[in-house]
């Protein structure tokens, strides 16, 4: 039975709901309905690099979506994604065969395809927002790697748009929902005061980026470069950039400012975005940002309205320093000084955030009763544009005031650097 794109929303709605109040009663005929044919979401992959081939393993796993496309402008990365697929399916029939899997050089035809309920995006940075923006015009639900966004300006472009269209969209900083429940146990100590006042917070991430200026080399037959590039600007081909075939290292793409935010937007997305959950700053942000002095890339100021300093700098992860205490939180490990403030467990009646432990998950359930997921657009629009005051702050030694509202600086060759026009051929105008 096919559904056309608002139908079928409303009829996986319907079906979670169903399902729901079905468990206690009849949990088999529950399990039958959230795995029938019909109420599986049906998903496409854009981009099968490192973080791509990563979720579609994630995502095969699940049997209420099934993977019914998957794109990619490198031969050897789209055809294996491609396998993957098949295989992974034709393990569950009985005959050992399946052939529903359809692989695409580019993305804008597999969002022609009115049975795809939703996307997972993983190309590189620079290439998130216009493909974001045409799936949710598309009717299409959005899951899209971090850091979000490539401009400021770009990203309420994107936030915009997803809120036209209603889109469920999740952005990927799972340390929100992942690792044990550490960062959100300190965005809750964090909030509900266990550090006394808090004064400054530390992020321990990688520099900001550089000019690209990779040499050419010969293009494979096999890459779709000027897909790679998008609204980029042309420069030839490096490997350094779209590395061939099934490499096992993340690209250094994100090193350089025509295409990513360098290290320091790429974990900044992670721990800034931590950060500016326990400040409660979800939908704003600092209101001015100070450089280092000396051209060093390391030690730049965000300020607060409310006075909290936060750093660009020290250990990875993020340090919360307060009158009453310390707070460190990474991947590995959460600790406290004094060791009572983790210790003592929250009340009923102190403040919680949005509860997750699966980031995948979360946006899944969301996409069935369209409610909004943990990072949803607006998040990780914030989150990222942390990351793009730094930078363009370090780019021009200045110290600048920013209006988190209007999203506008009080410096006009600041306010230059809030967008970057697309090359010929692309567009951000979704008619």
Same mark, same amino acid.
């Given at each position: ?14 079906? %979670? ?43 095969? &796993? ?46 804008? /035809? ?24 045409? %799936?949710?015009?598309? =009717? ?56 006394? $006042? ?31 590039? =998008?609204? %980029? ?75 909290? /300093? ?10 919360? $320093? &307060? ?18 403030? +983790? ?45 793009? +005051? ?16 209007? $999203? ?12 970057? /026009? ?10």
């Amino acid at each position: 039975m096919a559904f056309p794109r608002l139908h079928r929303r409303r009829f996986l709605k319907t079906s %979670a709901a169903l399902s729901s109040s079905l468990i206690l009663s009849d949990p088999a005929r529950a399990m039958s309905l959230t795995t029938s044919a019909n109420d599986r979401i049906n998903l496409g992959f854009i981009g099968i690099g490192m973080m791509g081939r990563s979720h579609l393993n994630a995502f095969l &796993g699940q049997d209420d979506v099934q993977v019914v496309a998957v794109c990619d402008i490198e031969g050897i990365r789209r055809d294996n994604a491609h396998k993957q697929v098949e295989s992974r399916y034709a393990e569950r029939t009985k005959s050992g065969l399946y052939q529903g899997c359809t692989a695409y050089v580019d993305f804008r /035809e597999l969002l022609q395809r009115e049975d795809i309920d939703a996307v997972v995006i993983a190309t590189p940075d620079h290439m998130h927002v216009i493909p974001c923006m045409m %799936a949710a015009t598309a =009717g299409k639900d959005v899951y899209c790697e971090k850091p979000l966004t490539h401009s400021i300006h770009e990203g309420r472009m994107l936030v915009d748009c997803v809120r036209k269209y209603e889109t469920v969209f999740q952005t990927g900083s799972q340390q929100r929902s992942e690792f044990g429940g550490k960062f959100r146990v300190a965005a809750e100590l964090v909030r509900n005061g266990r550090l006394g $006042e808090l004064k400054t917070v530390r992020v321990g991430v990688g520099a900001p980026p550089i000019s690209c200026d990779l040499p050419a080399e010969d293009m494979p037959d096999n890459v779709n470069w000027d897909l790679w590039l =998008g609204p %980029a600007a042309y420069r030839p081909y490096s490997e350094i950039l779209c590395p061939k075939g099934m490499h096992k290292h993340f690209p250094a793409f994100r090193k350089y400012q025509e295409f990513a935010g360098g290290g320091l937007a790429d974990m900044g997305a992670h721990h800034f975005d931590i950060a500016q959950w326990a400040l409660g700053m979800d939908e704003s942000g600092p209101v001015k940002i100070t450089p280092p002095a000396g051209g060093s890339t390391s030690g730049l100021k965000f300020t607060y309205a409310n006075g909290v /300093e936060m750093f660009h700098g020290g250990p990875s992860g993020c340090t919360f $320093e &307060g009158t009453e205490g310390t707070l460190y939180v990474d991947r590995g490990q959460i600790k406290s000084d004094p060791g009572t403030i +983790l210790e003592t467990p929250l009340g009923n009646a102190d403040q919680r955030v949005y509860f997750s432990d699966n980031h995948k998950r979360n946006w899944i359930e969301c996409i069935r009763t369209r409610k909004r997921p943990i990072c949803d657009v607006e998040v990780g629009h914030r989150s990222a544009s942390i990351c793009h +005051l730094a930078n363009i702050s370090y780019r021009l030694g200045e110290t600048l005031a920013w209006n988190p509202t209007t $999203e506008r600086f009080d410096s006009t060759e600041a306010n230059a650097l809030l967008f970057r /026009e697309p090359r010929d051929g692309w567009t951000y105008d979704m008619g």
